[in-house]
């Protein structure tokens, strides 16, 4: 197989993950609601920059303890779970504050930007989701005739990172989208209530999930 169908065939493969709505994509979903479009667009690109270095560590070989240990596993498992419950609390604790926010996030300041880009960082590290397919499948569009094999499963780990980045943007403009038509202190009320518990049951769910 050339290196342009190694290369089609693994973004095909990722498209099919990443459309396949998970802990990203949720969360990203989650604080679009809560926070509105600009929130949601920092939250989808740090979640790709978290899932990039996932991806780094499955290539330089540090992924395999995961693989190899369920220890290891139920560690990131576990770790990813109470992230997730623990932004699901926070969400409905700042609720009341966002019964009339600033449009799209203007003049937040940048430490709350920041703040974003990294809460998204670390659901995207944490992801067990993605961590088994850079273990499992990622490996499987190597090439071995074509260089070294850490240096294509960056080049394939980036490539999907921009692959989720681009969806998930998506999936948080819709859904910014349909949160704008709620203009009422009530609606706003019910949209932070429902994205916040939504980051909570997503947190119970991968906690209780079993290892694949």
């Not at 330089?60 to 990813?80: C, D, P, R, T």
């Amino acid at each position: 197989m050339s290196d342009t169908a190694h290369f089609l065939a693994f973004v095909a493969a990722s498209l099919v993950l990443i459309l396949i709505p998970g802990p990203s994509v949720m969360f990203t979903i989650s604080r679009a609601l809560i926070y509105g479009r600009r929130q949601a667009v920092l939250t989808a690109w740090g979640n790709a920059a978290g899932t990039f270095c996932a991806s780094a560590l499955a290539a330089v070989g540090l992924g395999a303890l995961i693989s190899e240990s369920a220890v290891a596993f139920a560690i990131v498992k576990y770790a990813g779970a109470a992230y997730l419950v623990y932004l699901g609390v926070k969400a409905l604790r700042d609720r009341k504050g966002l019964m009339a926010p600033p449009e799209d996030g203007a003049g937040a300041p940048p430490k709350r930007t920041l703040v974003t880009v990294a809460e998204g960082f670390m659901v995207g590290l944490l992801n067990p989701k993605s961590i088994l397919f850079f273990l499992a499948i990622l490996p499987q569009f190597v090439n071995p005739d074509s260089g070294s094999a850490t240096a294509q499963m960056l080049v394939l780990g980036a490539t999907f990172a921009v692959l989720a980045a681009g969806c998930d943007t998506v999936w948080g403009l819709v859904a910014a989208a349909a949160r704008d038509v709620f203009r009422r202190p009530r609606s706003r009320r019910v949209l932070a209530n429902t994205g916040g518990t939504a980051l909570i049951g997503l947190g119970v769910a991968a906690a209780a999930g079993e290892r694949a």
